[in-house]
């Protein structure tokens, strides 16, 4: 698996200069229920296909991007920063303040 992450400060680099973040997933209200919760720590969609994933730039601007790629061909849609509504068409906003929240 080797292919290019478009980083916004840095430029395409190596997904080696990279360390993956997961998938990004909606955080449930802090009143969920224990099974919402128990999902959200998880269960994971494990997609094949279009997925929105944390990328952090370890060996480079030490930075947290979130990434449009394609789980098949690794074809990186889109690189944007936490909180950025996403450019791609019909793809939702989804609630990336930060991994883990
Ligand atoms: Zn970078």
Known sequence: MSFLIPCLNCGPRPVG???YGGE???RPRPEASDRDW???FYVRRN???P???WWYHKFGCRQWLVVERDTVS???AETRWPGEAAQTPGKKAPSDKGPGN
């Open 51 to 53: 997925e929105t994933e």
């Open 74 to 76: 690794n074809v990186v």
């Open 24 to 26: 990004i997933l909606k």
């Open 47 to 49: 997609t094949a296909g």
């Open 17 to 19: 200069e990279f360390r």
């Open 38 to 40: 128990a999902n959200y």
